[in-house]
């Protein structure tokens, strides 16, 4: 069984609508992320989410995107208003915290595929 | 701004040589490196960490660390096909939740 469950596995949307991206990770870890990789580009931060809270995020995490996890097990992110430049996979990850041992070690989902029409 | 440069490759290596990927990173406040494996259309999984200057092996796979030089590597024992994959170096920083990718190396190993 996937420590992070991702769904839906792929989407297809019109551009403009609203899309709600899901994750459940198995295991109770506290420290959550989205990722993103454009079809042949680099996996791109997004945001990282720590209690309950946006710990840190990109430049492109901007007011289209948002993150919550509403029922304390699924950690959703929400893009407002999609545009044909969301197309991507998105991946959750989680790790087991900053420390220095492990620090920052992800565990992905198996991802997200939006392709925005 | 935080960078992780990667030759994109591909490289071809036949089976059991040696494979070499390589990686420098522009931010010397980073902590943690790490190399993840990447096949066609799956996410990142996970294949070395390393946090100190020096050698670090696990099976067939040695990762290896030089923060004066910015540099990282992976060094890959008797390739195998099962190998070939994207690899990509990531950079993480203490006190930081980000971690940043290199656009990663194509390995393909020839039977």
């Known amino acids: 069984e996937p420590e992070v469950t991702q769904t839906p596995s792929h989407q297809v949307t019109q551009m403009g609508q609203e899309v709600i991206l899901r994750c459940v990770p198995i295991s109770n870890h506290l420290y959550f992320y989205w990722y993103r990789q454009i079809l042949g580009q680099k996996v791109e931060f997004l945001v990282s989410?720590?209690?309950?809270?946006?710990?840190?995020k990109s430049e492109i995490f901007d007011d289209q995107f948002s993150v919550e996890r509403p029922d304390g097990s699924n950690f959703t992110l929400k893009i407002r208003s999609t545009k044909l430049e969301d197309s991507a996979m998105y991946f959750c990850a989680k790790s087991g915290g900053g420390d220095s041992s492990g620090a920052n070690v992800l565990t992905f989902g198996a991802g997200s595929r939006l392709t925005v029409l | 701004q935080k960078e992780v440069e990667q030759n994109s490759g591909p490289l071809s290596v036949p089976e059991g040589a040696i494979a070499s990927l390589n990686c420098t990173y522009s931010d010397r406040g980073s902590q943690s490196f790490f190399w993840y494996r990447q096949y066609s259309g799956k996410s990142p999984e996970l294949i070395m960490s390393?946090?100190?200057?020096g050698d670090k092996e696990d099976g067939r796979f040695t990762a290896q660390l030089n923060k004066a030089s910015q540099y990282v590597s992976l060094l890959i024992r008797d390739s195998q096909p099962s190998d070939s994959a994207t690899y990509l170096c990531?950079?993480?920083?203490?006190?930081?939740?980000?971690?940043?990718f290199g656009a990663g190396t194509r390995l393909f190993v020839k039977a």
């Open positions: 990531a950079v993480g920083y203490t006190g930081g939740f980000k971690t940043i």
């Open positions: 989410f720590y209690n309950n809270e946006i710990s840190e």
């Open positions: 390393i946090y100190s200057n």
